[in-house]
C-alpha cells in the first residue's frame, strides 16, 4: 500500500527538496505457529516456534505455552511474565463470561534460556471453537526481522479486516499456508474463524496498517510487489541523469538475485521440514500417507500417490519397467478442497491401469517428472477421455499439474499427482525441481519401507510355515494356540509349540523357546521341533526326549541354546507326565475349585548346555483341568520382574471362559498386550477332559492263532454295548489284521487288545516285540504282507510305536453313530 510521504518547503538555495521517503515495511515475514489446548498445553510446535525462541518440538509439545512464549495475555487466568509488553486486542466486549472471544496481540522482550539471547516477539492469539482439541492459535515472528521503518516509526501487531487491503482474496488464500499441517474440515474452520476475528496486521505510527503474510513460497508475488516500490520510487524521484538511472538497474539486478535466492532457501527449508517428516516409520503405508500429506497445501492443492501392486503387497523388486498392463494402487490422496470431494472420482485404495496417452503413463515410463502449468478445457477433456467408467475432468481442468516418479534404483515404483487450483502460481522450472527432489527423498523412504515389508512377509511366511497346525481336538483332550510376533525389528523368531497324537490315546504338549531373534533362531526351532516330533513318534519318556534333544543341540553347534517344557497327557489315567530344560513353569487350573497354580517342576538346564540331568514328574489331573504353557515374551516385560507376569499368568488363566479360544483371547489381552513387550509369544493351552472308564474296553490275549476269531467276537460285543452296530464288520476285519500280526511275532507275554470311544474309534493292539512292522507291496503268491496294506486303506489313521514293553499298532476308525464327544 503506499506511503506516507514528507515535503519540505525548500532547500537553503531555494531549490524544491527531494521528498523525504522511507523504504516499504514488509509484512512477509517468517512466522511461528503454536496451537493450544483448553489445559494450554502446547499440541503443536512449527519448525518456525522452534528457530524462534530455541525449543525443540520434543520439548514443546505438552509443555505450559507460557513457560515457553509470552503470550500470557491471551490466556485467560494466567500470570503475566516479568517482561514489559505492550498488549492490544480487537474493540470487542471484554465482560463476557468464560473465554475469550477476541483475539489479542502484543510485543515482548523476552530472554532466550538457551544461550541469553534476547529477542523482540511479535505475536497474535486468536480462540478457537470446534468440535477439536485446539483452543487458541499463535502466530509470532522476530521483530527484528522486518524491513524498512523508519527510525522514528513505532510499529505494533494489530487485526483487521482482511478486505481493506488490495488483493484480500489472495491474503485469504495464504492462510492455509501458516496453518499446522491439518485436514481440510478443521484447516477451512480455523481459517474461517481468523479472518471472522481479523487478519494479522502490523500497525505502522497507530495510523498504517500492513498485512501480514508468511514468509514463504510466493517469490513471484513478492517479486512484483517489490518490482512496484523500485517503480514508485523511480516515479517520485525522477532521475537528473544516468547515473540514477543506472542505480536502478542495479536494484533491480540485485532485487532478482535475491529473489532467486530466496526462493531457493524456501523451497530448501520445505524439503528439509518434509524430509523430517517422513520416514519416521517402516510401515510402507504409513509411509506413503506422509509423503502425500506433506505436500498439501504448502506445494499443492492436490496430491495423490500411486504404487505398483506388487511393491505394496511386499512381494520384492518389480521386474522390468512399467507398461500399460502395470496395475498401480492408489494409496493416499490428500487436499484442500472439501472433505470427501473426490472420493468417488479418485478414490484410495483402487487398483488401475493408466491408459498409454496420459501424462500419468509419460511419467511413469519415463521416470522423468511431467509438467503441465496450465491443463486447458481441450486438454482436459482429451485426458480425460482416456478414462473409462471415471470424469477427471472436474479434478484436472484449469488447474496446474505435476507429476513426479518415486524411484529407488532407477526403478519406477510409484508416482505422485500434483494439482494446484486456478488463481494459485502454476507450477514453474524450479517446483519442477523442487517436486523432484521430494520424490527423491521419498523414494529412498519408500525403498526402506518396501524391503521392510518384504523382509516382514519373508519372515511371516517362514514363522507360519514353521509354526504347526494343532488339531483342537484330540482324544480327551481340547487344545488352543496362539503366536504374536514380537515388536523387534524383522519379528521372527524361535518361540514354538506343539501337540503331538501319541499311542494309547495319549497327547504330547510341547513350547520351547529358541535363544535369540532372527532368521537364524527361527531355523534352529525348526530342526528342534521337528527332532521333537521324531523323537516323541518313539514314545520316549519327558526326561528322556529332553537328554537326546540336549545332545542333538550340541552336535549341531556351540550357539543351539533353546529353553523347552515337554509334557505328556494320558487321558485314561488321568495323569500329566512332564519334564522342563530351563523353561517358565506350566499353569494348571483346577476345574473343581477354578484355582491357578505355577506347577513345582525341576527345572534343568536350557538345551544345548550339556551334561545336566533332566527329570520326569508326574502330576495327577481331573476332568476338565487346564494346562497353560507359555514362552517368557508373555510374562517377561523389560524392566519388571518376571514374577508379576507370571502372577498376572495365573490370575488371567483362571478367568472362566465358554471356549478355549475365548480362555487364550483373555490371557492375550491380560498380557499378550502389555507395552514395552519386544519378544515373540507362543501359548498352548489344553483342556484336560479325560476318557470315562466306560468309554474304555481292553483284553488280554494268548499268543494262539484261535485267539484271533475270539478278538473279533470281543469287538463286535463291545461295538454293539456302545451302539456302533455300522462300525463292527470294518473294526472286525482290521482287528482280525492287527492281532494276527501281533500274534504271530510276539515272543513271551500276551497281546492286549484294547477299543477307546471318543469322537472316533481308536484300537491298539499292543506286543513285546520290539520290531515295528512295515508296509510291503505284497505278491499275488505271497501269504504274508498284505494286514497292514488293508488297514492302510480302510482306518482313517494308523500307525506304530515303540514301548517299553515292545511295540504298539494303533488306527482310527471314523464312526457314522453316536460317537461320545470329549
Given at each position: 500500500?503506499?506511503?506516507?510521504?514528507?515535503?519540505?518547503?525548500?532547500?537553503?538555495?531555494?531549490?524544491?527538496?527531494?521528498?523525504?521517503?522511507?523504504?516499504?515495511?514488509?509484512g512477509?515475514?517468517?512466522?511461528?505457529v503454536?496451537?493450544?489446548?483448553?489445559?494450554?498445553?502446547?499440541?503443536?510446535?512449527?519448525?518456525?516456534?522452534?528457530?524462534?525462541?530455541?525449543?525443540?518440538?520434543?520439548?514443546?509439545?505438552?509443555?505450559?505455552?507460557?513457560?515457553?512464549?509470552?503470550?500470557?495475555?491471551?490466556?485467560?487466568?494466567?500470570d503475566?511474565?516479568?517482561?514489559?509488553?505492550?498488549?492490544?486486542?480487537?474493540?470487542?466486549?471484554?465482560?463476557?463470561?468464560?473465554?475469550?472471544?477476541?483475539?489479542?496481540?502484543?510485543?515482548?522482550?523476552?530472554?532466550?534460556?538457551?544461550?541469553?539471547?534476547?529477542?523482540?516477539?511479535?505475536?497474535?492469539?486468536?480462540?478457537?471453537?470446534?468440535?477439536?482439541?485446539?483452543?487458541?492459535?499463535?502466530?509470532?515472528?522476530?521483530?527484528?526481522?522486518?524491513?524498512?521503518?523508519?527510525?522514528?516509526?513505532?510499529?505494533?501487531?494489530?487485526?483487521?479486516?482482511?478486505?481493506?487491503f488490495?488483493?484480500?482474496?489472495?491474503?485469504?488464500?495464504?492462510?492455509?499456508?501458516?496453518?499446522?499441517?491439518?485436514?481440510?474440515?478443521?484447516g477451512g474452520?480455523?481459517?474461517?474463524?481468523?479472518?471472522?476475528?481479523?487478519?494479522?496486521?502490523?500497525?505502522?505510527?497507530?495510523h498504517?496498517?500492513?498485512?501480514?503474510?508468511?514468509?514463504?513460497?510466493?517469490?513471484?508475488?513478492?517479486?512484483?510487489?517489490?518490482?512496484?516500490?523500485?517503480?514508485?520510487?523511480?516515479?517520485?524521484?525522477?532521475?537528473?541523469?544516468?547515473?540514477?538511472?543506472?542505480?536502478?538497474?542495479?536494484?533491480?539486478?540485485?532485487?532478482?538475485?535475491?529473489?532467486?535466492?530466496?526462493?531457493?532457501?524456501?523451497?530448501?527449508?520445505?524439503?528439509?521440514?518434509?524430509?523430517?517428516?517422513?520416514?519416521?516409520?517402516?510401515?510402507?503405508?504409513?509411509?506413503?500417507?506422509?509423503?502425500?500429506?506433506?505436500?498439501?497445501?504448502?506445494?499443492?492443492?492436490?496430491?495423490?500417490?500411486?504404487?505398483?501392486?506388487?511393491?505394496?503387497?511386499?512381494?520384492?523388486?518389480?521386474?522390468?519397467?512399467?507398461?500399460?498392463?502395470?496395475?498401480?494402487?492408489?494409496?493416499?490422496?490428500?487436499?484442500?478442497?472439501?472433505?470427501?470431494?473426490?472420493?468417488?472420482?479418485?478414490?484410495?485404495?483402487?487398483s488401475?491401469?493408466?491408459?498409454?496417452?496420459?501424462?500419468?503413463f509419460?511419467?511413469?515410463?519415463?521416470?522423468?517428472?511431467?509438467?503441465?502449468?496450465?491443463?486447458?478445457?481441450?486438454?482436459?477433456?482429451?485426458?480425460?477421455?482416456?478414462?473409462?467408467?471415471?470424469?477427471?475432468?472436474?479434478?484436472?481442468?484449469?488447474?496446474?499439474?505435476?507429476?513426479?516418479?518415486?524411484?529407488?534404483?532407477?526403478?519406477?515404483?510409484?508416482?505422485?499427482?500434483?494439482?494446484?487450483?486456478?488463481?494459485?502460481?502454476?507450477?514453474?522450472?524450479?517446483?519442477?525441481?523442487?517436486?523432484?527432489?521430494?520424490?527423491?527423498?521419498?523414494?529412498?523412504?519408500?525403498?526402506?519401507?518396501?524391503?521392510?515389508?518384504?523382509?516382514?512377509?519373508?519372515?511371516?511366511?517362514?514363522?507360519?510355515?514353521?509354526?504347526?497346525?494343532?488339531?483342537?481336538?484330540?482324544?480327551?483332550?481340547?487344545?488352543?494356540?496362539?503366536?504374536?510376533?514380537?515388536?523387534?525389528?524383522?519379528?521372527?523368531?524361535?518361540?514354538?509349540?506343539?501337540?503331538?497324537?501319541?499311542?494309547?490315546?495319549?497327547?504330547?504338549?510341547?513350547v520351547?523357546?529358541?535363544?535369540?531373534?532372527?532368521?537364524?533362531s527361527?531355523?534352529?526351532?525348526?530342526?528342534?521341533?521337528?527332532?521333537?516330533?521324531?523323537?516323541?513318534?518313539?514314545?520316549?519318556?519327558?526326561?528322556?526326549?529332553?537328554?537326546?534333544?540336549?545332545d542333538?543341540?550340541?552336535?549341531?553347534?556351540?550357539?543351539?541354546?533353546?529353553?523347552?517344557?515337554?509334557?505328556?497327557?494320558?487321558?485314561?489315567?488321568?495323569?500329566?507326565?512332564?519334564?522342563?530344560?530351563?523353561?517358565?513353569?506350566?499353569?494348571?487350573?483346577?476345574?473343581?475349585?477354578?484355582?491357578?497354580?505355577?506347577?513345582?517342576l525341576?527345572?534343568?538346564?536350557?538345551?544345548?548346555?550339556?551334561?545336566?540331568?533332566?527329570?520326569?514328574?508326574?502330576?495327577?489331573?481331573?476332568p476338565?483341568?487346564?494346562?497353560?504353557?507359555?514362552?517368557?515374551?508373555?510374562?517377561?516385560?523389560?524392566?519388571?520382574d518376571?514374577?508379576?507376569?507370571?502372577?498376572?499368568?495365573?490370575?488371567?488363566?483362571?478367568?472362566?471362559?465358554?471356549?478355549?479360544?475365548?480362555?487364550?483371547?483373555?490371557?492375550?489381552?491380560?498380557?499378550?498386550?502389555?507395552?514395552?513387550r519386544?519378544?515373540?509369544?507362543?501359548?498352548?493351552?489344553?483342556?484336560?477332559?479325560?476318557?470315562?472308564?466306560?468309554?474304555?474296553?481292553?483284553?488280554?490275549?494268548?499268543?494262539?492263532?484261535?485267539?484271533?476269531?475270539?478278538?473279533?467276537?470281543?469287538?463286535?460285543?463291545?461295538?454293539?454295548?456302545?451302539?456302533?452296530?455300522?462300525?463292527?464288520?470294518?473294526?472286525?476285519?482290521?482287528?482280525?489284521?492287527?492281532v494276527?500280526?501281533?500274534?504271530?511275532?510276539?515272543?513271551?507275554?500276551?497281546?492286549?487288545?484294547?477299543?477307546?470311544?471318543?469322537?472316533?474309534?481308536?484300537?491298539?493292539?499292543?506286543?513285546?516285540?520290539?520290531?515295528?512292522?512295515?508296509?510291503?507291496?505284497?505278491?499275488?503268491?505271497?501269504?504274508?504282507?498284505?494286514?497292514?496294506?488293508?488297514?492302510?486303506?480302510?482306518?482313517?489313521?494308523?500307525?506304530?510305536?515303540?514301548?517299553?514293553?515292545?511295540?504298539?499298532?494303533?488306527?482310527?476308525?471314523?464312526?457314522?453313530?453316536?460317537?461320545?464327544?470329549?
Amino acid at each position: 500500500m503506499e506511503q506516507g510521504t514528507s515535503r519540505g518547503d525548500g532547500g537553503q538555495d531555494g531549490a524544491p527538496r527531494v521528498p523525504a521517503r522511507r523504504t516499504e515495511v514488509s509484512g512477509r515475514i517468517p512466522l511461528a505457529v503454536v496451537v493450544v489446548d483448553a489445559d494450554g498445553l502446547v499440541t503443536h510446535w512449527s519448525s518456525g516456534a522452534r528457530k524462534l525462541f530455541a525449543h525443540t518440538r520434543e520439548q514443546a509439545i505438552g509443555a505450559p505455552a507460557v513457560d515457553l512464549m509470552p503470550v500470557s495475555g491471551a490466556l485467560r487466568g494466567a500470570d503475566l511474565p516479568d517482561e514489559a509488553y505492550e498488549t492490544h486486542r480487537a474493540e470487542q466486549d471484554d465482560t463476557l463470561d468464560g473465554p475469550r472471544t477476541y483475539p489479542t496481540a502484543g510485543r515482548a522482550r523476552m530472554t532466550l534460556a538457551a544461550d541469553a539471547a534476547q529477542v523482540d516477539v511479535l505475536w497474535w492469539a486468536y480462540p478457537l471453537a470446534g468440535p477439536g482439541p485446539e483452543r487458541l492459535l499463535v502466530l509470532a515472528a522476530d521483530a527484528t526481522a522486518l524491513t524498512g521503518a523508519a527510525p522514528d516509526e513505532r510499529y505494533a501487531p494489530g487485526f483487521a479486516l482482511h478486505t481493506e487491503f488490495p488483493g484480500a482474496e489472495l491474503l485469504a488464500d495464504r492462510l492455509p499456508d501458516i496453518l499446522p499441517n491439518m485436514g481440510p474440515a478443521t484447516g477451512g474452520r480455523i481459517v474461517a474463524q481468523i479472518l471472522d476475528l481479523g487478519y494479522p496486521v502490523l500497525e505502522i505510527s497507530h495510523h498504517e496498517r500492513v498485512p501480514v503474510t508468511p514468509d514463504w513460497g510466493m517469490p513471484r508475488y513478492r517479486e512484483r510487489q517489490a518490482r512496484r516500490a523500485v517503480r514508485r520510487r523511480a516515479a517520485e524521484q525522477p532521475p537528473p541523469g544516468p547515473a540514477p538511472l543506472e542505480d536502478l538497474e542495479d536494484d533491480l539486478a540485485d532485487l532478482e538475485e535475491d529473489l532467486e535466492h530466496a526462493a531457493v532457501r524456501e523451497r530448501l527449508e520445505f524439503l528439509n521440514e518434509v524430509s523430517g517428516r517422513i520416514g519416521s516409520s517402516l510401515d510402507l503405508a504409513r509411509t506413503i500417507r506422509e509423503v502425500t500429506s506433506a505436500a498439501v497445501p504448502r506445494f499443492a492443492d492436490f496430491a495423490g500417490t500411486h504404487l505398483r501392486a506388487q511393491v505394496l503387497a511386499g512381494e520384492g523388486f518389480p521386474d522390468g519397467p512399467p507398461d500399460i498392463t502395470t496395475v498401480w494402487h492408489r494409496v493416499w490422496v490428500a487436499h484442500n478442497d472439501e472433505p470427501g470431494r473426490w472420493d468417488d472420482t479418485v478414490p484410495v485404495g483402487e487398483s488401475i491401469a493408466f491408459p498409454e496417452h496420459t501424462p500419468f503413463f509419460q511419467c511413469m515410463v519415463t521416470g522423468e517428472p511431467v509438467l503441465i502449468p496450465y491443463i486447458s478445457d481441450e486438454l482436459g477433456d482429451r485426458i480425460a477421455g482416456q478414462f473409462e467408467k471415471r470424469d477427471l475432468r472436474p479434478l484436472i481442468n484449469g488447474r496446474s499439474i505435476l507429476i513426479v516418479p518415486l524411484k529407488a534404483r532407477d526403478v519406477v515404483l510409484g508416482f505422485m499427482v500434483l494439482l494446484r487450483r486456478a488463481g494459485r502460481e502454476v507450477f514453474g522450472d524450479m517446483d519442477r525441481t523442487t517436486g523432484a527432489e521430494l520424490a527423491a527423498r521419498a523414494g529412498l523412504v519408500l525403498d526402506n519401507a518396501r524391503m521392510y515389508t518384504y523382509q516382514e512377509n519373508v519372515a511371516e511366511t517362514l514363522q507360519d510355515s514353521m509354526l504347526p497346525q494343532v488339531t483342537p481336538r484330540m482324544a480327551g483332550c481340547d487344545t488352543a494356540t496362539r503366536y504374536l510376533p514380537g515388536t523387534r525389528l524383522g519379528r521372527v523368531g524361535g518361540d514354538w509349540f506343539d501337540a503331538i497324537k501319541l499311542s494309547g490315546s495319549r497327547t504330547a504338549l510341547v513350547v520351547g523357546d529358541v535363544m535369540g531373534h532372527g532368521l537364524t533362531s527361527a531355523a534352529m526351532m525348526g530342526q528342534l521341533r521337528t527332532a521333537v516330533q521324531t523323537m516323541a513318534a518313539l514314545d520316549l519318556p519327558p526326561a528322556q526326549l529332553l537328554r537326546h534333544l540336549d545332545d542333538l543341540a550340541q552336535r549341531l553347534g556351540e550357539h543351539y541354546l533353546a529353553t523347552c517344557l515337554y509334557a505328556v497327557y494320558d487321558p485314561i489315567r488321568s495323569e500329566l507326565l512332564l519334564a522342563n530344560a530351563g523353561h517358565i513353569p506350566p499353569v494348571l487350573v483346577r476345574a473343581q475349585d477354578g484355582r491357578s497354580a505355577l506347577l513345582d517342576l525341576p527345572t534343568g538346564a536350557p538345551i544345548g548346555v550339556g551334561g545336566v540331568p533332566f527329570e520326569t514328574a508326574t502330576v495327577r489331573v481331573a476332568p476338565g483341568d487346564r494346562l497353560i504353557l507359555c514362552t517368557d515374551g508373555l510374562v517377561e516385560v523389560r524392566g519388571q520382574d518376571i514374577g508379576a507376569g507370571l502372577a498376572a499368568l495365573c490370575e488371567s488363566a483362571a478367568h472362566p471362559a465358554a471356549s478355549m479360544d475365548d480362555a487364550c483371547d483373555t490371557v492375550i489381552r491380560a498380557l499378550g498386550q502389555r507395552g514395552g513387550r519386544k519378544d515373540d509369544v507362543a501359548l498352548l493351552m489344553a483342556r484336560l477332559g479325560g476318557i470315562p472308564p466306560d468309554d474304555v474296553a481292553q483284553w488280554r490275549l494268548a499268543l494262539d492263532p484261535a485267539e484271533v476269531g475270539r478278538a473279533r467276537g470281543l469287538v463286535r460285543e463291545q461295538l454293539l454295548r456302545w451302539g456302533l452296530p455300522h462300525a463292527v464288520e470294518t473294526a472286525e476285519l482290521l482287528v482280525s489284521e492287527a492281532v494276527t500280526n501281533a500274534v504271530r511275532h510276539a515272543h513271551t507275554h500276551h497281546v492286549v487288545l484294547r477299543l477307546v470311544r471318543t469322537e472316533a474309534l481308536l484300537c491298539e493292539v499292543a506286543d513285546d516285540d520290539h520290531e515295528l512292522p512295515a508296509l510291503l507291496d505284497a505278491r499275488p503268491d505271497d501269504e504274508y504282507g498284505r494286514g497292514l496294506r488293508v488297514i492302510s486303506e480302510l482306518a482313517r489313521e494308523w500307525g506304530t510305536s515303540r514301548t517299553r514293553q515292545g511295540k504298539t499298532v494303533w488306527f482310527e476308525q471314523t464312526l457314522t453313530g453316536p460317537a461320545r464327544h470329549t
